[in-house]
C-alpha cells in the first residue's frame, strides 16, 4: 500500500495550480508611443550630467536597455509582439488628415510614422540605428485615433505578425510629454472633431495603457489629473519622470510596469 502525505497532496495541488495559472498567461501584443516632436526633446540629465543627452534619443536607448530585455526575461520571446511608433504633427495640416491615413498628409509630410513593425521582442533590439525625431508639435491624439481603427493594429496587423489560440492582450506605453494639440481632428469614432476624452475612451477599451510623462518642471504637472484619469488605464499606470532625473527614474518606471508583464 502506498501512503500519500499531506506533503504530497499539497505539492501536487501547488503543481496543478501552477499548470493552471501557466496555461492562463496571455499572449501580449506591446506597442510603444514615443513622443518625436521638439517640446519633448529637451536636454536629460544622464550619469549626472545635466546635459547628458536628447530626450528623445535618450528614450530610445532605454526602451533597448531596459524595457526590451526585462519583457524578454518575463514572457520570453515567443508570447509577445511589439511595435514603436513616433508620433509628433504638423499642426496646420490637422484639419485636413484623414484618419486611417497612416500618418501620411499632403506632399508625404508625416504626423506619426512606424519606426518598428510588429514583430518579435528580439527582432525589436537595436543597438545601434535610432531614428530622428520628427520635430513638429504633439499630435497624439491623431496618432492614437488611427491606432484604435479596427483592421489597422486592432483586429490587423498584430494577428498577422503571430497566431495564437492564446488569449491576447494589448497593451500602450506612452512616452510623451504633456504638450499636446488636438482642435480641429477629423473624427474617425462619429461626430465631425475628434474629441481626447472620446479617443482615451476608446484607447482605454482597446489597450492597457501605460502613460509616462517627461517634464523639465518639477513644480506643475500639467494635464495631471487627465493623465491619470482618462488617458492611463489605472491611475497607478501613470508614472512620472523629470528631466533632471531622467536616467534613474525613467529607468525605475519601466521597471516598474515590466512587472505587470507575465
Known amino acids: ?26 499572449f501580449h501584443d506591446i506597442i510603444v508611443v514615443i513622443d518625436g516632436s521638439d517640446s519633448f526633446n529637451n536636454k536629460v540629465c544622464i550619469d549626472g550630467k545635466t546635459d547628458g543627452g536628447e530626450a528623445f534619443h535618450a528614450t530610445q536607448k532605454m526602451i533597448d536597455q531596459v524595457l526590451l530585455p526585462g519583457l524578454r526575461q518575463n514572457i520570453g520571446d515567443d508570447r509577445a509582439t511589439f511595435t514603436i511608433v513616433q508620433f ?18 499632403v506632399d508625404d509630410l508625416l504626423h506619426y510614422k512606424i519606426e518598428i513593425e510588429p514583430c518579435s521582442l528580439e527582432a525589436a533590439q537595436r543597438t545601434i540605428f535610432y531614428d530622428g525625431g520628427l520635430d513638429g508639435n504633439g499630435q497624439l491624439f491623431l496618432c492614437l485615433q488611427d491606432l484604435n481603427i479596427k483592421g489597422n493594429f486592432v483586429e490587423g496587423k498584430f ?30 469614432f462619429g461626430g ?14 482597446n489597450y492597457e495603457v501605460y502613460p509616462i510623462i517627461v ?17 492611463a488605464s489605472r491611475p497607478e499606470n501613470y508614472k512620472k519622470v523629470f528631466t533632471g532625473r531622467f536616467d534613474t527614474e525613467m529607468k525605475e518606471a519601466l521597471k516598474e510596469l515590466i512587472a505587470d508583464f507575465h
Open 1 to 26: 500500500m502506498t501512503t500519500v502525505t499531506k506533503a504530497i497532496i499539497e505539492d501536487i495541488n501547488m503543481q496543478s495550480c501552477c499548470e493552471c495559472i501557466n496555461g492562463s498567461k496571455p
Open 88 to 105: 509628433s504633427g504638423i499642426k496646420q495640416l490637422e484639419h485636413c488628415y484623414e484618419p486611417g491615413s497612416g500618418g501620411v498628409t
Open 159 to 188: 494577428e498577422e505578425v503571430k497566431e495564437t489560440n492564446l488569449t491576447r492582450k494589448r497593451s500602450m506605453i506612452i512616452i510623451s510629454d504633456e504638450e499636446w494639440d488636438i482642435n480641429s481632428l477629423k473624427s474617425a
Open 192 to 205: 465631425k472633431v475628434g474629441d481626447r476624452s472620446h479617443i482615451a475612451r476608446v484607447n482605454r477599451e
Open 215 to 231: 517634464r523639465p518642471n518639477e513644480y506643475y504637472d500639467l494635464e495631471d489629473e487627465f493623465i491619470k484619469n482618462e488617458l
